[in-house]
């Protein structure tokens, strides 16, 4: 085993914004505090466009991404890269990219994993026609047919991304309770099928989408939002009473920005007052 390389007040879990809230909470307090990501800083953040439910002046995921970052980091959070395979308690420790490191508070805000489509060899699509991120791969489908799989208020958000560039936008929604509310929000480029994906095909990339009732949609890109789970890996098997705080979407709660930094803000201030306490 590598030996312990640095000793944190605080290490965060993820650099969403549940995370980067927590760690901002944290620095202000004058506490050493890093934060850890698999990817970049940001998380869903790099993923949106324009937000939606969000106060104040009209911004984009990016755009506040770049703010919160800047933010954090003039606060003093050092901002580390790579995925945490493990927290470790007696010592607390998490097992990051560059080795294991010591802290005396964990806040863990991972987030949730991309949707998950239930068909044969679904992780070879990735990339060949299958997404998760209308603002990303969207341009791919200009003038196509795309088919986006879901059944929530961000499944609506992202068919009308896609509706403003691709031909035909289709909504299959396992749900037989697909909210009118969300139908509403549509528009005419868009369609809404009851039903679930039984299998893709394509020689090469995604040409088609064949649904469990045998009908069969033309696509060249397919956006998953179903089955997206909180990543509770970290979390699991902890001891009660270990110094860990979770925050954000890996809670399995209301998935917004503003509650996301709420929870962040709440864990952040938790660890705050625990550290001073002990
Ligand atoms: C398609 C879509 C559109 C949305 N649009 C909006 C919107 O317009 N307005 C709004 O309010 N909400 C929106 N939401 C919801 C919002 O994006 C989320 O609620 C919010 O981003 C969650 O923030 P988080 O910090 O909890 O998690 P995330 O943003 O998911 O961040 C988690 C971070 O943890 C990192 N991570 C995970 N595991 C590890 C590990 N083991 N080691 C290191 N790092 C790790 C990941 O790389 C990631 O950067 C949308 C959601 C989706 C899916």
Request: aromatic share 4%; with cysteine.
């Amino acid at each position: 085993m590598t030996a312990v390389t640095t000793d944190w007040d605080v290490a965060v879990v993820g650099a969403g914004i549940a995370g980067l809230t927590a760690a901002r909470a944290c620095a202000e307090r004058g506490l050493r505090v890093v934060a850890h990501d698999a990817l970049a800083p940001g998380g869903q953040l790099i993923n949106l466009g324009t937000l939606a439910d969000w106060p104040g002046p009209a911004t984009t995921g990016p755009d506040l991404m770049s703010a919160l970052l800047t933010d954090v980091m003039e606060r003093g959070v050092e901002i580390a890269y790579g995925e945490v395979t493990g927290l470790r308690t007696d010592p607390l420790t998490v097992d990051a990219a560059e080795g294991p490191a010591s802290a005396r508070a964990v806040v863990v805000a991972t987030g949730r994993g991309p949707g998950r489509l239930d068909v044969p060899d679904a992780e070879g699509w990735e990339g060949r026609g299958l997404s998760h991120c209308a603002t990303c791969d969207g341009p791919l489908h200009a003038g196509r047919e795309v088919v986006v799989v879901g059944d929530d208020e961000w499944t609506a958000h992202e068919a009308l991304e896609l509706a403003g560039i691709a031909k035909r936008v289709t909504v299959v929604s396992a749900s037989p309770t697909w909210p009118a509310a969300l139908d509403r929000r549509l528009t005419d480029a868009v369609d809404v099928r009851r039903g679930t994906v039984a299998s893709l095909a394509g020689e090469g990339t995604l040409a088609a989408v064949h649904l469990a009732d045998s009908d069969v949609l033309e696509a060249s890109g397919i956006f998953v939002y179903t089955h997206a789970e909180p990543r509770t890996a970290l979390l699991d098997g902890l001891p009660a009473g270990a110094p860990v705080w979770s925050a954000g979407d890996v809670t399995g709660a209301d998935r917004h920005l503003l509650t996301a930094a709420a929870d962040g803000l709440r864990a952040g201030h938790a660890v705050v007052a625990h550290l001073e306490e002990s």
